[in-house]
Every structure is written in structure tokens, then in C-alpha cells.
């Protein structure tokens, strides 16, 4: 065993452990403290649209509290899905650009499918914000829900394999409070945030504002005499009104801008090139090993490349939001208005070597517009409450991409000749109705009935060219209604520990195919049945909680994309489309649990186990040619993910409180796309891997300072390999090591 693998060992004994040498280190706490072991705080969610507490709500969910995102330097989805169970993501080489994967639920579709589609909702402050981004880097949180299995009655459409509900601070109209912090970390990271808050007039108006603002010199260097590198900057703005008219009416107003801008794609270069290289690029080529000239390949090389063209990627996005809530005797009648815009663009080199074979230009705009109404019952502990609500959604996007020739392209053509371009424009407006209802019968038993009817109509306006000429026109229109129910039956054995069963129908909209030489100008919409039975316990004086899920879910025509690329002499055409896979499945459970040992002392983990497959998928398109994946293992679905941490609290001195953290988390192997399936070779089936991560800090009146290490023991993974296009061949997304501190003051 080599001494990294020794290392892992000792510190998984450690979290594990800990707690046979914590009884001296728990008398050191401040005197006065309680001999008693105190429990855990109230966890309070909004997964079904009202206050709830957590073991209360039969839908398998993760939360992170204010507390853990501070102290677990929560940033992105990375840092939270990693320790929530059955749920992974991939990355393409951008911040914002990961797809999702929950219980085997993820977006197989292009990143650039227009109007763009998801299968989970993500929602902040009650609005959804995945059509501009999927990954906010925000600040100022109160708490991040992730919830597992479909959730179209309140997430809405496309919320099939789940939601991730983000509740952020609210303006407080009856004090002034504040925060300034600043972080340092390798890469040269700076990244500093300031949170304040203000009564305008005491009790009735409040003014909150947000800011944040990240560097980073990257950890990906081109060689190549143009320099440059994956270098970022991050800018986060918010303001929020909270307006109090009266004592039963709240309203809520807020703006959100975020910009960021990368220096290129974070990714190295693997040695193989995929099926799209060879044919466009290198034909005839047996060896499918790529020169990366003089970079080296990954992992040994895990920072260099050499491209002979500078990258840009970023996002640019804002949104608006008015939520107002009003509040009677009868009911709580509630409003939610949302607008969000977004700029992406990606331009520069994308052939991935130091040769001018071809480089594009992608700007991408989105807007999306969103009214929701719902009524509720109000919390009066009668044994029927119900919600009513309805929403019209609007989205649009407008798509251009061209692919140019280098100076050096392989065809001899002249450069800068737009080979390949794309002007898509796409609609996509949706209207809902949507019920749900719990009767108590007993004290101890309820029934849950619920269930939501959507209408959408998709619209596709596109045309392509090849070497400056028209090759295909797209203008079709397709609609799709759905209607999907949820029932769940709930049982209290006794006091905060709750057994439940549910079945849920999720939805996706079909669309219209982009490609016109396709014979299907429509693609069908992707539906999915959840059978799932759950416990939840609050159990030894609320000093454990405990989690437990296991769940089958059955798809019809799922959604998954293809691409090829096709070379006739001179003319490259690269051609993309959807297509329904008739049947798939998913299957496993999903148990965390956080046990407080002494006051000090809290140790906890998660494990989730999937077995998601293709059923029936006769009529696979990959690379050309048509292929049978039934029974294959569904790409980006690890079949283990899990966690362990172990936190300790103590009290140094009287006046400065203290904890030490060890985090550690493992993901299995995937597949990263349905090439990999077939090729089921490396980087296309990417590896397993674990991370461990230690965080320890102090506060004493109104400062804190946090230090922490991350991935400890610089493991050497990525989470997807992604292909360049046409030359770069296969591209991979390396970890890093991270030390860094923060320093926070509070008012």
C-alpha cells in the first residue's frame, strides 16, 4: 500500500473514530455548558411550498443549512451534490456548463438544443433560473434543498428527476446586520464577498444587497507564444426589497446580475481522438493517438496546453423577480413574476493543437418569463390542506455558431471560410394547472393526492450552412400535453420518524428536430413513473437523524442526442438530432444519516446505490452507425456514490469558539456519453474516484477565519471527457489540490 492510499486509510479511521478520544477534548467547552447532549437545530424545508420540517415531508431530500455552506466552503453544485446520494454531475470544460444526474435522470441532450430543455428544476427564491445558467455561484444562502425523484406538481415541467431548491436571505426591515469577507486560495484565488442589510422605514420596507467578486489565475496554462490559460473572473450583484404594508401582506423584490468570464475551457488533453477527429482531420489514421505538441497527455499532464488561437468563454445573466404573499384566515394566496436573460458565448480555438486548423465563434442569448398564482390552506392544524396554483412560462433562445477554417486546415481551403454555421431561433410556451392535497385521518395517517396538467408548444426556426451555402432549413412547431399524478400515503410511528410510499409521474416536452434531412421533424416527450418507499427518523432525543429511500423508476422515450460529422470531398457537414429511446429503468436507494455523539462531537455519512439501464434501445445512433444498447448501463448514473465527515466543536477559551472538519467523498465509475457505451474504453469510461477534504477554523465576537485543504491528498480524477471538435480529439477536465483560508466579519 503507497503511502497516499495509507494516508486515505488514516483519515477515514480518523472520522470514524474520533469519537473514542472526544469525552476529554468535550469538557474543554466554555463553562456552564449543559452535560447533556443538546439536539440538532429544527431543519425547516419549502419542498412542498410551505414551511415544513424535514423528516415531516415524504420526498427524499438533502439540505445544507447556512452553517454548512459556510463552514464546507460551498460555492457550486459541485461542492453539494458531492455529498448528496444518487446524485452526480459532469462537466464540459465550464463553470456553468454540468450536466446533472439524479438517480440516473440527466440531460442527454446538446448543451446548445434550443430552446434549451432540462430534467430537473432549479430554482432560486421560488423561480426558476436553469434556463439562464445551472450552476450561480451565489451568496448570502439560508439553504440549499436537493430533492430527489420527480416533482412536476410544484417544480413544474421538465422537473423529472428532481429539484434543487435554493432559498436565499431575505430583506429584513427591522434591523441593520452585515457581512465582509475575503478568501485566498491556490491558483492565486481571491474571492471576496459583502452582504448588507438596512431598514428604510422600520418595520415596513428593508433593503438587502449582495455582492461577490472572484479571481483566479487558473490552473491550465496554454504554452503556446499567445499564453493565456483557463484564468477567471466571477461578479455577483443582488438587491432585494422586503415591503410589509400590512401585517398579512409581504412583498419581495429583487434583481440578481452575475457575469464571469474564463479564459478557455478547463480542459487537457487525453491522447485519444474520437470518431468526429478521425474523420474530419486525420482520415485513414489507424492509431487513434493524437500529438498534443509537447503537452503530454493526461495524468501526467494535468496543466498544459498548446493551442495557437486565443479562447473566451463566459456567461452574462440577470434576473428579476416579485413574489407577494398575502395572508387570511381562509388562505394564503401567493404571486410569483420572473424574468431572466443570458449571454453565453464561446469563441476561439477548437481544434485543441498548436496547428490553425479551425476556430468558431457561439454566442448563445436565452430569455425566459414565468407568472405563477397558487392558494393555499392556512397552517391551522385542521386535517385537509391543499394548494391550487396555475403558471405560464415562456422561453426563447437564439443560437448562432460557425465553425471557420485556419490557415492550416487539412482540406487545403481558405481560411477564415465559414465551413460550417447555424442561426437557430426557438419558442418554447407552457401553461399549468396543478392541485395537491393531504388529509390526516389519523393523528399517526394521511393520504397525499396531487398532480399537475401542462400544455407546451415548441417552435424551431433554423437554417445551416456548409462552406457558405444553405444545406437545410428547419421552421416546425410541435405541442405536447401531459398530465402527472402524485400519490403518497404516510404513516408517523411515532413522535419525528415517519414511513412513506409514493408513485409520481414526471414529464419532459418533446421538440422539434433541428436537422432537416431527418425523416421525424418531431422528437416525443419523455415520461417517467417513481415507486418509492421512505423512512425518516429524528430519533435519541433528536441527537440522530436518519434518511433511508429505495425506489424503481420506468421511462418511456427517453431523450438522448446524437452528432456526426461527414466529409464528401471538400464539403464538412456536422449534422445533430434527438431520438427516443422506447424504454429504460432505475432502481436503488439512497440513506445519509448524522449522529451527535457529545456536544462537540457529530459524525455523519450518505451512500447511495443506482442501477439505471437501458431497456430497450434497438435503434442507437453513434458515430454513424445504428447500434442496440438495450441492458447498457445509462451514461453519467455512477452505480456507488458516497460520504463521511466528522465534525468536532470546542471552545479553546472562554471567549473563542473553534471546530476542525475531515470530509471525505467517492464516486464510481461512468460512462460519460452513449460513445462511451460502445467504446467502453478510457477516458470514454471514466474512472472512480475519491476525495478527502479538511476545513478547521475559529470565532471569536464578530470575526471568523476558516482554513481548509481540498482533495487532500491530490487525487488525480476527472468527472467527463469531452471531445474538441473536429481535431482536439478527447478532452478531460483534471482535479486540483486547493489550500486557502477566509476571514469574515459580521455586524
Not at 474571492?191 to 420596507?205: G, K, R, Y
Not at 417513481?530 to 422515450?557: P, Q
Request: glycine share 8%.
Amino acid at each position: 500500500m503507497n503511502r497516499v492510499n495509507l494516508l486515505r486509510c488514516a483519515i477515514l479511521s480518523g472520522i470514524s473514530c474520533i469519537s473514542f478520544a472526544t469525552p476529554a477534548l468535550a469538557q474543554d467547552r466554555a463553562q456552564g455548558a449543559s452535560d447533556a447532549t443538546p439536539a440538532f437545530d429544527e431543519i425547516i424545508v419549502t419542498a412542498q411550498r410551505r414551511a415544513q420540517i424535514a423528516t415531516d415531508v415524504p420526498i427524499s431530500l438533502t439540505t445544507f443549512s447556512a452553517d454548512d455552506i459556510s463552514k464546507q466552503n460551498v460555492k457550486g453544485l459541485d461542492d453539494y451534490f458531492a455529498k448528496s446520494p444518487n446524485v452526480s454531475f459532469i462537466s464540459t470544460g465550464a463553470r456553468d456548463r454540468k450536466e446533472i444526474s439524479i438517480r440516473g435522470v440527466t440531460n442527454q441532450l446538446s448543451t446548445e438544443a434550443n430552446p434549451r430543455t432540462s430534467t430537473f428544476g432549479f430554482y432560486i427564491d421560488d423561480f426558476n433560473v436553469s434556463t439562464g445558467t445551472v450552476n450561480p455561484e451565489i451568496v448570502d444562502i439560508e439553504r440549499i434543498e436537493v430533492l430527489r425523484g420527480p416533482q412536476g406538481t410544484y417544480f413544474g415541467r421538465n422537473a423529472i428527476g428532481g429539484a434543487i431548491n435554493i432559498t436565499t436571505n431575505q430583506a429584513d426591515p427591522s434591523q441593520y446586520e452585515g457581512e465582509a469577507s475575503i478568501g485566498y486560495s491556490s491558483f492565486n484565488t481571491i474571492d471576496t464577498h459583502a452582504v448588507f442589510n438596512a431598514p428604510l422605514v422600520d418595520d415596513v420596507i428593508g433593503l438587502r444587497m449582495a455582492g461577490r467578486y472572484s479571481h483566479s489565475d487558473g490552473n491550465i496554462k496554454n504554452i503556446n507564444e499567445i499564453g493565456g490559460g483557463n484564468d477567471s473572473d466571477y461578479y455577483y450583484g443582488k438587491a432585494s426589497l422586503r415591503i410589509q404594508p400590512t401585517y398579512n401582506l409581504t412583498v419581495d423584490l429583487s434583481g440578481t446580475y452575475t457575469k464571469e468570464n474564463v479564459g478557455m475551457r478547463e480542459g487537457v488533453p487525453s491522447g485519444v481522438l474520437g470518431d468526429t477527429a478521425l474523420a474530419v482531420v486525420f482520415p485513414g489514421i489507424d492509431d487513434p493517438q493524437a500529438d498534443p505538441d509537447g503537452v503530454g497527455f493526461f495524468p501526467e499532464n494535468t496543466n498544459k496546453v498548446n493551442f495557437n488561437r486565443p479562447q473566451k468563454i463566459g456567461t452574462e445573466f440577470y434576473f428579476v423577480t416579485g413574489r407577494a404573499v398575502w395572508e387570511s384566515e381562509a388562505f394564503t394566496l401567493t404571486s410569483i413574476t420572473g424574468y431572466i436573460h443570458s449571454d453565453q458565448f464561446l469563441q476561439g480555438d477548437i481544434d485543441g493543437s498548436s496547428k490553425d486548423y479551425y476556430y468558431e465563434e457561439k454566442p448563445i442569448t436565452r430569455q425566459s418569463f414565468s407568472q405563477e398564482i397558487r392558494v393555499q390552506s392556512p397552517d391551522n392544524g385542521d386535517p385537509l390542506s391543499w394548494t391550487f396554483g396555475g403558471m405560464y412560462a415562456e422561453d426563447k433562445g437564439d443560437l448562432n455558431q460557425f465553425t471557420y477554417t485556419g490557415a492550416d486546415n487539412p482540406f487545403g481551403l481558405e481560411p477564415d471560410l465559414a465551413i460550417t454555421s447555424t442561426l437557430s431561433n426557438g419558442k418554447s410556451e407552457s401553461w399549468a394547472v396543478f392541485a395537491q392535497g393531504a388529509y390526516e385521518f389519523t393523528d399517526a395517517l394521511s393520504l397525499t393526492l396531487g398532480g399537475r396538467f401542462t400544455h407546451e408548444k415548441v417552435t424551431v426556426a433554423q437554417f445551416n450552412t456548409s462552406n457558405g451555402e444553405i444545406n437545410g432549413q428547419v421552421n416546425e412547431s410541435a405541442s405536447f400535453d401531459n398530465f402527472s399524478p402524485r400519490i403518497t400515503l404516510a404513516y408517523e410511528l411515532a413522535n419525528r420518524t415517519n414511513v412513506y410510499a409514493t408513485a409520481s409521474r414526471g414529464f419532459k416536452a418533446g421538440g422539434v428536430q433541428i436537422n432537416p434531412n431527418l425523416d421525424d421533424t418531431s422528437y416525443e416527450p419523455e415520461t417517467l413513473w417513481n415507486y418509492e418507499v421512505g423512512f425518516k427518523t429524528e430519533a435519541f432525543d433528536r441527537r440522530l437523524l436518519l434518511n433511508a429511500a429505495v425506489f424503481y423508476m420506468e421511462w418511456s422515450d427517453l431523450q438522448t442526442a446524437f452528432a456526426q460529422a461527414e466529409v464528401d470531398g471538400d464539403d464538412i457537414t456536422f449534422f445533430s438530432g434527438i431520438e427516443n429511446a422506447a424504454s429504460a429503468t432505475s432502481k436503488g436507494f439512497e440513506l445519509d444519516a448524522t449522529y451527535r455523539f457529545t456536544p462537540g462531537l457529530k459524525l455523519g455519512g450518505s451512500v447511495g446505490y443506482l442501477d439505471a439501464k437501458f431497456e430497450d434501445y434497438t435503434n442507437a445512433y453513434v458515430n454513424g452507425n445504428i447500434v442496440d444498447l438495450s441492458d447498457y448501463r445509462m451514461p453519467n448514473s455512477p452505480k456507488w456514490t458516497l460520504s463521511a465527515f466528522g465534525e468536532y466543536e470546542f471552545a479553546p477559551t472562554q471567549d473563542v469558539d473553534a471546530y476542525i472538519r475531515a470530509e471525505w467523498t467517492y464516486r464510481d465509475s461512468i460512462y460519460s456519453s452513449k460513445e462511451a457505451l460502445v467504446y467502453d474504453v478510457w477516458p470514454y469510461r471514466v474512472p472512480s474516484f475519491d476525495v478527502v477534504n479538511l476545513r478547521a477554523g475559529f470565532s471569536w465576537d464578530n470575526f471568523s477565519v476558516q482554513a481548509y485543504a481540498e482533495n487532500l491528498l491530490n487525487e488525480k480524477y476527472f468527472t467527463n471527457a469531452y471531445e474538441k471538435a473536429f481535431a482536439g480529439g478527447l478532452y478531460v477536465q483534471p482535479s486540483v489540490r486547493n489550500f486557502g483560508g477566509r476571514f469574515t466579519v459580521t455586524f
